[in-house]
């Protein structure tokens, strides 16, 4: 690029700044409530113009492609992930509290499923022990029983499905 091309581009975004700046800022700030993010969309706008200018891109309504731009940047930052730090947080009076009332409840319906393997017939109570509570693999199972791992899977199954019928939650 020549720089007679460059100072003319440079001169139709100054220009475009001067006329449109205000506006867009005023624009941007009403779509995210936040000066300074809306003063970076607003820049970043005119840096994403100023590139497309030097590729050689026409542009034939200004105020209109840099309100696309803008928009198309206003949504992206919609879409970003939003992190809050947890020390402002804080500042602000958010006490993190753990709630163990859904671990408790957990803790108490694994205690009444396996107490639950009891009323099972005795050949899937061994079964059931070994792949839930042990949490042995069926080739662990095969091994200390003496059976394929198809009929213990199958008894696994047929176990569990005993098992849904008996259980009551907590």
Do not use: C
Request: charged residues 25%.
């Amino acid at each position: 690029m020549t720089s007679e091309k460059e100072t003319q581009l440079q001169g139709i975004l100054t220009l475009a700044h001067t006329d449109y700046g205000k506006a867009l800022g005023a624009h941007a700030f009403f779509k995210v409530h936040n000066k300074a993010i809306s003063e970076d969309l607003v820049q970043d706008t005119f840096v994403k113009t100023w590139i497309y200018l030097v590729k050689r891109g026409e542009i034939h309504m200004m105020k209109a492609f840099l309100y696309h731009v803008l928009n198309g940047l206003i949504i992206d930052q919609y879409r970003k992930h939003k992190t809050t730090s947890l020390d402002i947080l804080l500042e602000k009076g958010f006490e993190p509290a753990e709630d163990e009332s859904a671990r408790q409840i957990n803790i108490l319906d694994g205690k009444a499923a396996v107490l639950s393997i009891k009323l099972l017939p005795l050949r899937y109570q061994k079964i059931m022990r070994m792949r839930y509570v042990e949490e042995l693999s069926l080739s662990e199972m095969s091994i200390l029983t003496g059976k394929t791992k198809n009929s213990l899977a199958v008894q696994a199954h047929r176990g569990l499905d005993m098992l849904k019928v008996l259980y009551i939650p907590v």
